[in-house]
């Protein structure tokens, strides 16, 4: 599986994402997802497949809503590159933003698979000002 297939199946994971949905279909089960340092992780992550699942979770205690635009996608061989915006809606409070607050990042994710699954996800998340 390779190019606009691939392309499709992202979107297909950010919908899951978005409407809390399992993700756990599209990941193999030698996932690792490294999260690049950021305003939310200053250290960074790595996550496997458990963890990431645990994290999709964790997520739908902390918003009551998120959603991904996509501004561009790119597939070569086994290999999806996303630009995508993200919003959240906090359903508890974060730092100095209340329940109800708005959460955006700009992301860049690279996206590996392998069998039609993802094996390795790079995040590079650059969130707004708060």
């Not at 994402?17 to 992550?45: D, H, K, W």
């Not at 630009?83 to 959460?103: C, D, F, N, R």
């Not at 392998?114 to 790079?122: A, E, M, S």
Request: aromatic share 10%.
């Amino acid at each position: 599986m390779s190019g606009e297939p691939l392309i499709d199946t992202v979107k297909a994971f950010l919908a899951a994402i978005s409407s809390g949905e399992s993700i756990a279909r599209f990941l193999a089960p030698e996932v690792v997802q490294i999260e690049y340092p950021n305003r939310l992780l200053p250290s960074g992550a790595t996550r496997d497949f458990r963890a990431i699942c645990e994290g999709q979770e964790k997520g739908r205690q902390v918003l009551s809503a998120q959603a991904f635009e996509i501004v561009n996608a790119i597939a070569s061989g086994n290999s999806v590159v996303l630009e995508s915006i993200w919003t959240g809606t906090l359903a508890v409070g974060l730092g100095t933003l209340q329940p109800g607050a708005t959460m955006r990042a700009r992301f860049a994710q690279v996206f590996e698979f392998k069998d039609g699954q993802i094996v390795h996800l790079r995040n590079y998340d650059c969130f707004d000002p708060w």
